[in-house]
């Protein structure tokens, strides 16, 4: 190396260390030091303002590996702009649990009952079994996000664009884009020729109280099913009556006095529900039928109800579907929970009355020219649960009276969750139920 040579060395080396003692921050700051050449800093701001278009093979490959973190921030969007929506949904707040005394149906002041709090778990095994069928959101709302992004990044400057999310669809929360996504995988053999031996019917579907009875005719799974139970959607007129026998009926972390944290409150979910996602008018009674002089009182609860609603049906004829909202009770130590679409989901019994009892046979001052409507109504309902839902239904509790389901075809006692349950549970149940009673009625 020539003495020139090594001058211009030394003199470069100089005026990079003078360099680095007046700007040492940014050297540090940088893992890099050739970062802080002129011509590499030129080029890196060149390459940050071109978009790279995807490869379509390389495009494909990332989503299928990348299905299910996707579908999480999906959910996460669609829960969060849910939440703004629906402000007035209450959130569950942990409260003093409320002792809640197990409820006795009461049909007529001659006679009462004892069964509706009679423990569906004592009189046959659960139903199904235990394993949960969870389903991940589908591609439709990734698609919707990635083409949304390559667009935002051709109009740079359309701020318009920008600020909207991509896989938000405005007036459709999550609840809906998963039932619409979700697929039959049943857990149990629904085929007709093995839905026409009564003892899988019984064993799979039904509880039968120890006061009533029933057979093979009653119960014959490929007639329950032919019956055609769907209604002409309307939202201009009211279709569904929801109401609760038992108001009063809460949850183990139910605030006192709070009426959103009892059966009315998940009642209000469910309306909200099906009016909202489904397109349904919804009449939601909230009228106290077990309340007497301000004190609870359950010993004619079907009593006040039945004329009450009998007005209520008069004054709206278009009224097709009526719907008893409870919650079970249960002991203290059993927890009637299962998970849905990643939520703590409670799970609902179906209850229908027979106005039939072993001891007395047909009970001719309770007549009832719905039972098998009914019947059909609950085990349809409870099919669709079979088939989308197995953890979610815990069968069809048949019992002797008529619980005031004579007054439509489509009538249904529905028990969600109990009092070992907490609220959010239970509303988190109308989610599957919702979509299960719109199945049926839509199919």
Not at 75 to 103: F, I, P, T, Y
Not at 128 to 155: A, G, R
Not at 267 to 291: C, P, R, S, W
Request: hydrophobic share 35%; glycine share 4%; with cysteine.
């Amino acid at each position: 190396m020539t003495r020139t040579r090594k001058t211009i060395c030394t003199l470069m080396c100089l005026a990079f260390f003078a360099v680095l003692a007046v700007m040492p921050g940014s050297f540090i700051l940088q893992k890099n030091v050739y970062r802080q050449l002129p011509l590499f800093r030129f080029l890196e701001r060149k390459a940050a303002h071109d978009f790279q278009r995807k490869d379509p093979d390389t495009y494909a490959k990332i989503v299928e590996n990348h299905t299910g973190s996707l579908g999480a921030m999906v959910e996460k969007e669609n829960e969060e702009v849910r939440d703004e929506q629906e402000k007035a949904v209450a959130e569950n707040s942990v409260g003093q649990a409320e002792d809640v005394e197990r409820k006795t149906e009461d049909v007529e002041p001659t006679e009462t009952t004892g069964t509706a709090e009679a423990e569906p778990g004592q009189a046959q095994t659960e139903i199904k079994t235990k394993e949960e069928d969870k389903q991940q959101q589908k591609e439709l709302s990734e698609d919707e996000n990635i083409k949304q992004t390559e667009k935002d990044s051709e109009k740079e400057t359309d701020k318009s664009q920008q600020d909207k999310p991509a896989t938000v669809i405005p007036e459709v929360t999550q609840t809906i884009l998963a039932s619409n996504n979700i697929q039959p995988a049943p857990r149990i053999d629904l085929s007709p020729q093995t839905l026409a031996d009564y003892n899988y019917l019984m064993n799979q579907f039904f509880i039968v109280d120890s006061q009533t009875t029933t057979n093979a005719d009653q119960l014959n799974a490929a007639e329950l099913l032919g019956e055609d139970l769907t209604i002409q959607k309307d939202a201009a007129k009211p279709q569904i009556l929801l109401y609760h026998t038992h108001s009063q009926e809460a949850f183990a972390d139910s605030r006192e006095g709070a009426v959103e944290d009892t059966i009315i409150g998940v009642g209000n979910y469910l309306t909200e529900l099906l009016a909202k996602n489904y397109g349904y008018q919804v009449i939601h009674v909230t009228e106290a039928f077990d309340m007497e002089s301000g004190e609870l009182d359950r010993s004619a609860a079907y009593d006040y109800a039945g004329p009450y609603l009998e007005m209520i049906l008069e004054e709206n004829p278009s009224i097709e579907v009526v719907i008893d909202l409870h919650r079970d009770g249960v002991p203290e130590n059993r927890h009637l929970v299962t998970e849905i679409n990643g939520k703590p989901t409670a799970q609902i019994m179906f209850y229908n009355g027979l106005s039939y009892t072993t001891a007395r046979g047909n009970l001719d001052y309770l007549p009832n020219p719905y039972i098998q409507d009914n019947l059909a109504f609950s085990f349809q309902m409870e099919y669709q649960a079979a088939q989308y839902y197995p953890d979610f239904y815990r069968g069809i509790y048949l019992a002797g009276y008529r619980y005031n389901l004579h007054l439509r075809p489509r009538s249904v006692l529905v028990e969600a969750g109990a009092q070992t349950n907490t609220v959010q549970e239970v509303k988190n149940a109308m989610e599957p139920f919702a979509d299960i009673l719109n199945r049926v009625l839509q199919d």
